[in-house]
């Protein structure tokens, strides 16, 4: 069984058009984030959220907002795709917020291009 | 914010040499410091970690270092295989994950 999956894993796209990106765990974890690796494989943090509570909100443009319809799905929707916005995008899930002490468990990612 | 840098950015070693991966972190706050491995296409995997309670903690061949005091931890592989070749990043948190850059490790055999 896949513990955090993300769909598409492949993205390819045309400067400013709308994309989402899905996540969901089955770990039963309370909470869930989104990461970006650029293309020197840097992880950033994006967001986190717990129990559909958005508790981390790093400094990112506002064209990307995430969902969190229940404590096991955290969706990405980015508007207005730029060419920077060109990365792989990583979902992962913990027990709790922790302080962010707790093991994060990743998904396999979506690689979105934007032309 | 926390700030962690790792170093090499790459290391290349021979089969069943060791690797050895520093990193040293800003906030003294911080308390707990994962090391994640990342194959070709995949997402990062937690391989070992620590907290600011322990100076060392070993799994088989890999093992972490944790000096609070320099605020650097490190991390050494030993006896590396073929299956060893990846990035590798460590991590320190505040209240959120910062990772290091990245070490591409590298294992000619």
């Known amino acids: 069984d896949t513990a955090v999956s993300q769909t598409p894993k492949y993205l390819v796209t045309q400067m400013g058009n709308d994309k989402s990106i899905k996540c969901e765990q089955n770990l039963g974890h309370d909470t869930m984030y989104w990461y970006k690796q650029d293309s020197k494989k840097f992880l950033k943090i994006m967001f986190s959220?717990?129990?559909?509570?958005?508790?981390i909100n790093e400094t990112v443009p506002n064209r990307f907002s995430p969902k969190s319809p229940d404590k096991a799905h955290l969706n990405l929707h980015i508007n207005s795709l730029e060419l920077g916005d060109s990365a792989v995008y990583f979902c992962a899930s913990s027990h709790t917020s922790g302080a962010g002490t707790d093991t994060q468990y990743f998904g396999p990612g979506t690689r979105l291009t934007v032309l | 914010g926390e700030n962690v840098e790792q170093h090499p950015s790459t290391l290349s070693v021979q089969e069943g040499d060791s690797a050895v991966i520093k990193c040293t972190y800003s906030d003294s706050a911080s308390n707990y410091f994962p090391w994640y491995k990342q194959e070709l296409g995949k997402g990062p995997q937690l391989i070992i970690d620590i907290r600011s309670n322990v100076g060392e903690k070993k799994d088989q061949r890999i093992a972490v270092t944790l000096n609070k005091t320099a605020k650097h931890f490190s991390l050494h592989i030993t006896e590396t295989q073929p299956e060893d070749s990846a990035v590798y990043f460590c991590a320190a948190t505040d209240y959120k994950l910062s990772f290091g850059a990245g070490t591409t490790v590298t294992v000619r055999a």
């Open positions: 959220y717990n129990n559909k509570e958005l508790i």
